[in-house]
């Protein structure tokens, strides 16, 4: 399959998990690949990964909740590569707490890293975008966007995150440029290892206990959210747009 030959996407926080697999799965299908992450040097080792199986990429540092660092990186983008077609929104972090306990410095880093970054990615990206008259965005909402204890921030950013796509939709579906979002349930990730550490589990158990209320008996795999994501990117989706779709293994 090579559904993106010709295509460059931008992918944000894509140094691990959904992220890396994401580039991992667009840059199989033949996309030139910008591999976005705050940290430069965990970028530039999942970029030359891509290089090194025969795909073009580079690794690119940039803080997305910087403005000024997303039209550089973009910018960046345009120039090594070209493009941009494809934008994926995926950066995001948790700082989990109970609204009583939870701090103005928590809720403005999730809000910030998880939802005003897309603002400022979309709005770099979706530039060229028109003036090509093509483009595909896609942003990482999440299950949690319906309500999660303990995850205020993060699921105000992820309801957030599905309003912005509705949105964009409708602004920018007259330049032939969709927008959609996908919302993952459990995904085996850091962030997910994590979550299970702060609750006093080990992230097997975390995931065991998970897997037994979840209908197809197991949690997600970061593969499994990058192939839907590549569908949404991709001329498969062309009349798909404004739309968020869960993938949670049929959790309700």
Not at 13 to 25: K, N, P, S, V, W
Not at 77 to 90: M, Q, S, Y
Not at 209 to 222: E, F, K, S, Y
Request: charged share 15%; with cysteine; aromatic share 4%.
């Amino acid at each position: 399959m090579n559904r993106f030959a010709d295509r460059v996407a931008i992918v944000t926080g894509a140094a691990q998990g959904i992220g890396a697999a994401t580039a991992r799965r667009l840059a199989a299908e033949g996309a030139a690949v910008a591999v976005v992450d705050l940290d430069p040097g965990r970028s530039k080792v999942v970029a030359e990964e891509l290089t090194a199986a025969g795909g073009r990429a580079i690794g690119v540092g940039c803080d997305v909740t910087d403005a000024d660092a997303v039209e550089a990186m973009t910018q960046r983008v345009v120039t090594e590569l070209g493009g941009p077609h494809i934008l994926v929104n995926n950066a995001g972090i948790t700082r989990d707490n109970l609204l009583f306990k939870m701090s103005a410095a928590e809720w403005n880093a999730v809000l910030n890293t998880n939802l005003t970054s897309m603002f400022h990615c979309c709005q770099a990206a979706q530039k060229h975008m028109v003036a090509a008259r093509y483009g595909r965005i896609v942003n990482l909402s999440s299950r949690s966007a319906l309500g999660n204890r303990g995850q205020v921030n993060y699921a105000a950013a992820k309801a957030g995150v599905q309003g912005l796509t509705a949105t964009l939709a409708i602004e920018l579906g007259p330049y032939n440029v969709t927008v959609n979002a996908v919302a993952p349930g459990y995904v085996a990730t850091a962030m997910t290892a994590a979550t299970a550490v702060r609750v006093g589990a080990t992230p097997e158990d975390h995931q065991r206990t998970v897997a037994d209320l979840t209908p197809l008996r197991r949690v997600g795999q970061p593969e499994e959210i990058a192939a839907v994501v590549a569908f949404l990117a991709s001329d498969d989706a062309s009349y798909v747009s404004g739309q968020t779709l869960y993938v949670n293994g049929g959790a309700r």
